[in-house]
């Protein structure tokens, strides 16, 4: 936001133009903080940089789920399938009988 500021004394020239940079600080109600432009990153730069980083570690975090989780998928297709082939069909009209049950 750009101003007129009036100087104490009059004449042609008293009036000086201050700036002043406001940005949105995400507060409760919307609120606008000042940011200060002496020196050092602004809050910007910082929240972009501490983003990023909070990306790669998110990302970091989701590829070993994944990985995790494919590895378990693996794991009970093959138990599965080894199940699979342990079933033995029975004959058409033949019963099983009780002294064949598996322990």
């Known amino acids: 936001a750009v101003g007129?500021?009036?100087?104490?004394?009059?004449?042609?020239?008293s009036h000086t133009i201050t700036e002043t940079?406001?940005?949105?600080?995400?507060?409760?109600?919307?609120?606008?903080?000042?940011?200060?432009?002496?020196?050092?990153?602004?809050s910007g730069e910082t929240n972009a940089c501490c983003g990023f980083l909070v990306g790669l570690v998110f990302f970091a975090a989701a590829t070993a789920l994944?990985?995790?989780?494919?590895?378990?998928?693996?794991?009970?297709?093959t138990s599965l399938k080894e199940a699979r082939d342990a079933v033995v069909a029975l004959p058409e009209g033949a019963r099983a009988c009780s002294g064949n049950k598996g322990s």
């Open 4 to 13: 007129l500021r009036n100087r104490r004394g009059g004449g042609m020239n």
């Open 21 to 42: 940079a406001y940005e949105f600080t995400g507060g409760r109600g919307g609120r606008y903080g000042r940011r200060g432009v002496a020196g050092g990153a602004s």
């Open 66 to 77: 994944l990985w995790w989780n494919e590895g378990e998928a693996v794991q009970v297709y």
